[in-house]
Every structure is written in C-alpha cells, then in structure tokens.
T-cell receptor
Framework: DSGVTQTPKHLITATGQRVTLRCSPR?????VYWYQQSLDQGLQFLIQ???????AKGNILERFSAQQFPDLHSELNLSSLELGDSALYFC????????????FGQGTRLTVV | GNSVTQMEGPVTLSEEAFLTINCTYT??????LFWYVQYPGEGLQLLLK?????DKGSNKGFEATYRKETTSFHLEKGSVQVSDSAVYFC???????????FGQGTRLTINP
C-alpha cells in the first residue's frame, strides 16, 4: 500500500459527460501529480500541484482541469468526455515540490461509452 | 527532449531464468533513473532508483546500474519467479524537474 488513495476505482460514463476523480496523497506529502495511462500514448504526465498551487503542466487537454484543496487532496475534472479519454488515471504524491520519489495510487479506470 | 526507450515486449521466461530488460534514455544534464513495476490490477510501485552515474539500485533481487557512458539503466534479476509477472516501466526525471518521463513498459510473464 503506497498510502495514496484514489476514488473511484472504476467509472463508466457516456460521451459528453463530466466526471471528477479524487486523490488523497500520502500523509505529509505536499505535491500531487496526475498521469494518464492509455494503450496508445503510454504513461503521460498531466499536471502537478504543490501545496495548493499549480506547479507544472504536461499534456493536459483544455477539457481537463485539476485543483488541490487546503487539506491537500486533489481532484481531476474531465469534461465533454470523448471515447479517446478512456484510460487509467493515476495520482502520485511526493514530499516536496521537486519529484525525487513519487508514490502512486492504484488508479481510476475510466471507460467512456 | 527527454525520452526513455525500453525493449519491446512481451517477454516470456521460465521460472529461475535470468532476466534482462533493456532501457536507454535521452536527457539533458544528469537525470535520476527509476524502474517502476505494475502488477495486474494495481498501480505503479517504485522498484528501484539511481540518482547518479555508476549508482546501482537494487530491490527484491532486481538490480540496475546507471551507466552514463551508454545512457542505459538495464534491469536484471538472476532468478525470476512467477510472482515477478508484471509490467515494468523505466523512467527518468531531470534534475529539478517535476514530471517523470516513462518508457512504454515491458510486459513480463514468468511460466512455472
């Protein structure tokens, strides 16, 4: 158990809908990272938050957004969903702003039908 | 840019065989290198890491040495077990950077 908790584990939704994925980092970790794992793109970095502020941005679509709350949990919002958004979404956390060792959650499997 | 290339899978071996999964990287400066493992239905777990040239990371019988001259970080294990069946990801992070850059993953299956 990495200490990073993601909910829900599975999500099935229709095209055009909006979903929210939730992540609770390990106790004491201030950084949260979101990654997308798909068959064709592999593991892609989406975005990082550190202590409530956006720290780094990767290949995140405009239809996607994230935030980190004062209690340090994070949410990834995916809207206007398309079939191609079906993927495994991972959250990871680390102590500081620089990623020296990240611990990953078990992921949320999103299926868009 | 920064990138990681892993040997193509899937790899199938018999129990107690010797394992090598090749990983080479392209990066500016001196990145840290990692191997992550993903067991079926689970998230990524850090297997081992190395932060500077000639460092050897090791864990659970797996080893990898950071070779700057060949820009490689090959994963090895002397005697694999069925329980090692998983997908293995090589990854790097540039010094001071935030994002891990992953290879495409190598699926390993160990037969009894």
């Amino acid at each position: 158990d990495s200490g990073v908790t993601q909910t829900p584990k599975h999500l099935i939704t229709a095209t055009g809908q909006r979903v929210t994925l939730r992540c609770s980092p390990r106790s004491g970790d201030l950084s949260v990272y979101w990654y997308q794992q798909s068959l064709d793109q592999g593991l892609q970095f989406l975005i990082q938050y550190y202590n409530g502020e956006e720290r780094a941005k990767g290949n995140i679509l405009e239809r996607f957004s994230a935030q980190q709350f004062p209690d340090l949990h994070s949410e990834l919002n995916l809207s206007s969903l398309e079939l191609g958004d079906s993927a495994l979404y991972f959250c990871a956390s680390s102590r500081g702003p620089v990623n020296t060792e990240a611990f990953f959650g078990q992921g949320t499997r999103l299926t868009v039908v | 840019g920064n990138s990681v290339t892993q040997m193509e899978g899937p790899v199938t071996l018999s129990e107690e065989a010797f394992l090598t999964i090749n990983c080479t990287y392209t990066a500016t400066g001196y990145p840290s290198l990692f191997w992550y493992v993903q067991y079926p239905g689970e998230g990524l777990q850090l297997l081992l890491k190395a932060t500077k040239a000639d460092d050897k990371g090791s864990n659970k019988g797996f080893e990898a040495t950071y070779r700057k001259e060949t820009t490689s970080f090959h994963l090895e294990k002397g005697s694999v077990q069925v329980s090692d069946s998983a997908v293995y990801f090589c990854a790097l992070i540039r010094q001071g950077a935030q994002k891990l850059v992953f290879g495409q993953g190598t699926r390993l299956t160990i037969n009894p």
